[in-house]
């Protein structure tokens, strides 16, 4: 298996205060990898640091993508919601990086977000205004957004948040097909404990003072899990 992303003896933090300490972790090319651990334990800061939005107070991060980057679902704020653009827009938008000082979107750019747009199962909303669009149709528009940006890895922070059940249940599904028939790997911060230990291969679970990464398996054996689980060894697997 080949390693697209390679935490070496990482510290995690902010100007020189460490948050997660001595950080080892891999993410192999077609991994499922869910990250969970209490607020504020530092998840949303260990996905910033590898995406280069926050630098790591000391070790390194080996990034080994071939052609296109990481595709990102952030967190969507209040704002996002109501942002005035066409859900193609939004879409294309995944382009930015790539498109430079390029005043246009080219024609191949324009084809394959629409492509990603039926991939998601939503080609007809592509000329319906983003903020027009229910919780789940944004999420898919973000998700096609983000396929823009890559066909290795998309990270996701906490996806499903403000979603009805039915919803969070349909994207955890793409999600599953987009890992299981394209080979794209995840790596999704979530606090739905349950859906990770049954679609995640492996579990990094970050706790303020040490973390735990290895399979599903090892992980309901371990006390991390029981410390998540209540207390409970067998409850949710
Ligand atoms: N820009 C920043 N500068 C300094 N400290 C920060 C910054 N962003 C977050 N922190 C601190 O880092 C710690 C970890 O925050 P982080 O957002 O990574 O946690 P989290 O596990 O994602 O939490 P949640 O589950 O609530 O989203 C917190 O104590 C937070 O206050």
Known sequence: MTSIITCSHVDLGYDGHVIVKDLNMKIEQGAYVSVIGQNGSGKSTFIKTLLGLVRPVSGKIQRSLSGKGIGYLPQQTEMQKNFPATALEVVLSGFLSRKQRRP??????????????????????????????????????????????????????????????????????????????????????????????????????????????????????????????????????
């Open 104 to 237: 246009f979107y080219t024609k191949k750019e324009k084809s394959t977000a629409m492509e990603q747009l039926e991939k998601l199962g939503i080609p007809e909303l592509f000329k319906t205004c983003y903020r027009e669009l229910s919780g789940g149709q944004q999420q898919r528009v973000l998700l096609a957004r983000a396929l823009c940006a890559t066909d290795q890895l998309l990270v996701l922070d906490e996806p499903v948040t403000g979603l009805d059940p039915g919803a969070a249940k349909e994207l955890y599904l793409l999600l599953k097909e987009l890992n299981k028939n394209e080979g794209i790997a995840i790596l999704m911060v979530s606090h739905d404990l349950s859906n990770a230990l049954k679609d995640a291969d492996e579990i990094l679970h970050i706790r303020h003072e040490d973390y735990f990464f290895g399979s599903v398996s090892e992980y309901c054996r371990s006390e991390h899990f029981r410390e998540m689980n209540g207390g409970a060894v067998h409850g949710i697997v």
